[in-house]
């Protein structure tokens, strides 16, 4: 019944039919992801346009499109399957993949011939976010799994490492290593290039973490666990090894983060080795590539990479086309050729070769939209927060927008979990700018952007930071005329929807429009739903715990509605088959809206039904997806299409 009303209101209005168009328009062009290289093979990610979903190709030349491997368009014609993970083998003839149905986090992985093209008999059920860790000889990997409790795959439960041989049943497949003396650490699989150690990164949300090993002779774990970093007292990633020496990135005594080396034969931290000192940037990935590090860091919300020896030595920059973001860096530790994505706000993901030695740069793949880029202008600003603390946000508007002029805009945000939020491009944002919208992103507390104070300013009891933060984006938009309250929307997802839906409640007399999508909404009970969810503690709180209780309680979407009140006009977007943020928190909080709602503002929820939290939509949903959001907010800033 709510989603026969909501489409009801959303097909009369006039924008939706051109939001469509321009969406499967902008859409229609080719992509490619960063190539993956073993055993002189490239694999990656492929669409054409407008295929449903990505296919999986493999080339001996990462400019060439080779021939697909993996076509997930030949599974389900109407786009709901997906493959969100793959893993190609050391040697290149295997490739380990992930089939998602519907949405779901839930996976099942095959292996594939890639000589023959045929999958092996056996099917592993009962995963979800595990990668797949290689053994060097390619004769089998370690994965993470749920255990099996009554019929079912239990995801209330820590996931156990288990030991895969090729052709061997999965149902027999050992169990290596599973975490018995806490109940809630989560351990996770790598191997190292060398095969000499078999590496257990244990997650246990987003402050702290855990890293042990064992030495590896071929696939038998020799000896018992070592647990090297052990003290949960910051984070530490494992990167990769130099023989005998652990290189980690760490927030300990670095909140912006640094990089270390640790002799396994001397691993107190005072015989540590710095190898890349804290600096003014934070710090958001390394990788190990090429026999150098390449340490990804966040200047002002843009992307910065500085290269370093493995003994700490500085080697200059990574020069970037652009001010924007980069990611996916590929390769292998003794390998030269370094393969990364860049992208920014008007430039969609691009491919680039880095030669390690030579440090050359070679252009591989450069997409062609519908989208001129000079047609808008893009500006950083800096606003002051509640409590006087410096903002950044980025500001996206029609180049024929006069300064001053205001006009529609949409100012997103997220602020949770350490996300940064850089410059990438978007279909979605680039139909709202083509048809004469504006568009800012306000980088918060709770994410990255400036290492984990940042983040730690936007968490557990100093979540009201967060909101605070995005209420005096929208103050500054507005005083400084870039959008009148009549004009001004705000939308996020997951926990971006709790974020608007929170906003909306404290100061409702600011927005023209909010779309929370797919959010935590019921801030007492989230964590009940799954494993996973609970480890969103680490940036929530809980409600067990009375100072956390209050705190959630203060701010909680579905808790916080005041009947009689009048809110903005409101689409909330769900999923039924999303297991990540069970889509109740949606429900209830719609209804809840609807009862409360003192005015003739429209409160809508529209409940997708087949695809889950966002990752791996079809083509076709997401155009719908955003064709009924964009014309929801259109309808209610007054944009007039061009």
């Given at each position: 019944a709510e989603n026969a009303l909501t489409r009801r209101y959303l097909d009369r209005l006039p924008q939706r039919d051109w939001f469509a168009q321009r969406l499967a328009s902008l859409i229609d062009y080719e992509r490619r992801g960063v190539p993956v290289k073993r055993g002189g093979v490239y694999l990656f990610e492929y669409n054409s346009g407008r295929l449903e979903q990505d296919q999986l190709r493999l080339s001996r030349d990462p400019r060439e499109l080779g021939e697909v491997i993996i076509d997930p368009n030949a599974l389900a014609a109407?786009?709901?399957?997906?493959?969100?993970?793959?893993?190609?083998?050391?040697?290149?003839?295997?490739?380990?993949?992930?089939?998602?149905?519907?949405?779901?986090?839930?996976d099942s992985w095959r292996i594939r011939d890639l000589t023959s093209g045929e999958d092996l008999p056996e099917v592993i059920e009962g995963t979800k976010f595990t990668s797949v860790a290689w053994l060097p000889d390619a004769s089998g990997f370690f994965y993470s799994q749920y255990p099996f409790v009554e019929g079912r795959w239990d995801d209330t439960r820590q996931v156990r490492v288990r030991w895969h041989r090729?052709?061997?049943?999965?149902?027999?497949?050992?169990?290596?290593?599973?975490?018995?003396?806490?109940?809630?650490?989560?351990?996770?699989?790598?191997?190292?290039?060398?095969?000499?150690?078999?590496?257990?990164?244990?997650?246990?949300g987003y402050e702290t973490s855990g890293v042990y090993y064992q030495r590896l002779d071929g696939a038998t774990p020799v000896g018992p666990v070592q647990r090297l970093l052990d003290a949960w007292d910051a984070r530490y990633e494992f990167?990769?090894?130099?023989?005998?020496?652990?290189?980690?990135?760490?927030?300990?005594?670095?909140?912006?983060?640094?990089?270390?080396a640790i002799d396994l034969a001397k691993p107190d931290p005072a015989d540590w080795q710095k190898l890349v000192p804290e600096a003014a940037e934070a710090i958001e990935s390394v990788a190990l590539l090429g026999g150098r590090l390449y340490v990804q860091s966040i200047r002002d919300a843009h992307a910065l990479v500085r290269l370093f020896a493995l003994d700490g030595r500085p080697l200059g920059e990574l020069p970037l086309p652009g001010i924007g973001s980069v990611g996916n860096f590929s390769g292998r530790a003794d390998d030269p050729e370094v393969l990364f994505g860049y992208t920014d706000f008007t430039t969609p993901w691009t491919i680039y070769r880095h030669h390690a030695t030579s440090g050359d740069i070679e252009l591989l793949f450069r997409p062609e939209t519908g989208l001129d880029p000079d047609a808008f202008r893009s500006r950083q600003v800096f606003y002051t927060s509640r409590d006087g603390t410096r903002v950044p946000m980025t500001v996206i508007t029609p180049v024929d927008r006069e300064a001053g002029?205001?006009?529609?805009?949409?100012?997103?945000?997220?602020?949770?979990?350490?996300?940064?939020?850089?410059p990438s491009y978007s279909t979605a944002r680039a139909a709202w700018l083509q048809a004469g919208g504006g568009y800012a992103v306000a980088n918060l507390r709770g994410g990255g952007e400036y290492g984990e104070a940042w983040h730690q300013a936007g968490t557990k009891l100093n979540k009201q930071n967060v909101f605070d933060d995005f209420i005096a984006a929208a103050e500054w938009l507005q005083g400084n005329g870039y959008a009148s309250r009549e004009q001004l929307a705000i939308w996020g997802g997951s926990n971006g929807g709790l974020l608007v839906a929170a906003v909306a409640n404290q100061r409702p007399e600011l927005f023209a429009a909010v779309v929370p999508a797919v959010g935590v909404l019921d801030m007492l009970r989230y964590h009940t739903a799954s494993a996973n969810a609970r480890q969103w503690s680490s940036d929530y709180g809980l409600a067990e715990n009375e100072a956390e209780f209050r705190a959630l309680y203060a701010y909680s979407p579905y808790h916080n509605l005041k009947p009689g009140e009048c809110y903005p006009p409101t689409l909330v977007m769900a999923d039924a088959n999303d297991d990540r943020v069970a889509p109740w928190h949606s429900y209830k909080y719609a209804a809840a809206l609807q009862y409360a709602q003192g005015c003739k503002h429209p409160v809508l929820i529209r409940i997708e039904t087949n695809t889950g939290h966002g990752a791996g939509a079809s083509t076709s949903k997401i155009i719908n997806e955003y064709a009924d959001q964009w014309a929801f907010v259109a309808e209610h800033t007054g944009l007039e299409l061009p």
């Open positions: 109407d786009g709901s399957i997906s493959v969100p993970l793959w893993s190609l083998s050391p040697d290149g003839r295997w490739l380990a993949w992930a089939q998602s149905v519907g949405g779901s986090d839930w090729l052709g061997s049943d999965p149902a027999e497949d050992p169990v290596i290593f599973e975490v018995t003396d806490h109940p809630t650490r989560n351990p996770y699989a790598t191997v190292t290039e060398d095969g000499q150690f078999l590496v257990y990164s244990l997650f246990d990167v990769g090894n130099d023989g005998e020496r652990f290189i980690v990135q760490t927030t300990r005594d670095a909140p912006r983060g640094r990089v270390i002029q205001p006009g529609p805009l949409v100012l997103y945000g997220y602020g949770g979990f350490n996300v940064s939020l850089l």
